[in-house]
Nanobody, 120 residues
């Protein structure tokens, strides 16, 4: 299976920015639409944003639309999530995965994700 490694998380104050990266190894992800998900303590994993195989189409959860931007560089086998105007409610572990039908996870196993903590 393709190995996905998330990075770029950290601690930031409300209103700040972070850029997350999802790097693939062992196999190219250029053939897949990709997405970011997040999971806060005590909550279900939720969809955040996705991007089509070519990068021509993007989709966002209403809670992040206008603040987050998903992008990809297939030559680098990497997907990014630029997070601006962060809010405390954005605090969660962020994961990436391939998706079908915009937001349905394709790979059965999840990586460790990267922790994003937004302080007040």
């Amino acid at each position: 299976q393709v190995q996905l490694v998330e990075s770029g998380g950290g601690l930031v104050q409300a209103g700040g920015s972070l850029r997350l990266s999802c790097a693939a190894s062992g196999r190219t992800v250029s053939s897949y639409a990709m997405a970011w998900f997040r999971q806060a303590p005590g909550k279900e994993r939720e969809f955040v944003a996705s991007i089509s195989r070519s990068g021509g189409s993007t989709y966002y959860a209403g809670s992040v639309k206008g603040r987050f931007t998903i992008s990809r560089d297939n030559a680098k086998n990497t997907v990014y999530l630029q997070m601006n105007s962060l809010k405390p409610e954005d605090t969660a572990v962020y994961y990436c995965n391939a998706v079908v039908a915009t937001s349905e996870p394709l790979f059965g196993s999840w990586g460790r994700g990267t922790q994003v903590t937004v302080s007040s």
